[in-house]
């Protein structure tokens, strides 16, 4: 079931891309396997999903050593800082930094494991009250103030854009985004690229791709709907 899941998921990102005029390899599927058994995992894996987006730490540390080693973890949830130095040699990319404080912790965390920690700055492009994120405007500020720590290196923007009954509707989210990430670029900061857009999940990953996305992030489509009640430590 996943692993068709996953296949067909792949299938209509490929279409998209396609009939986007893009480049199939500026577009990755990450399979969101949060609350889900290792077993899942496992069939994702083996319809050839490599890349797994994870939002709790104690999450990714308990299915890091169960599955093949050739398995990109990315962390997409809010981390706590106290939470870095667990997954500081375990993940590939953490796209939710928004603070200061959370991108200096990733800095000495990433020094101690002795590697660079590709990083994506959160953005709250809708203004939600409910959202983590930096505000659009503060973006640019933010990045400079972080530009310069040793052992990250900014590489994109992600956002998590409202839930909508029609992916359609997020688009204007997705396409300022896009304008954020360009603005940003022309800026030409040191040791920051903006080769990187996440957006895009189960409502909306095809509008996202049509409007530059390189990553989408898919959950339910894949693995089914969640249940977090079932869960004891969610
Ligand atoms: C859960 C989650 C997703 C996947 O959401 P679906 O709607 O299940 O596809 C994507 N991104 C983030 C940050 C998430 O927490």
Redesign the pocket.
Known sequence: MVGQNYKEVLSIVQKTVESAKRNPDDVTL?A?S?TKPVELLQNAYDSGARDF?E?KVQEIIAKYDKLPEDIRWHM??HLQTNKVKYIADKVYMI??VDTEKLAATISKEAIKAGRIIPVLIEVNVAKEDTKYGVMPEECEAFIRSISSLPGIIVKGL?T?AP?VENGEDNRVHFQALKQLSVDIMQKNIDNVSMEFL?MG???D?ETAIEEGANFV???????G??NYLAQSDK
């Open positions: 990450i969101v949060k987006g939002n997409i949830g796209h939710s992600m998590i839930f996440s999940m189960s409502g990953y992030r898919v959950g339910t489509k894949i693995f709907e969640r």
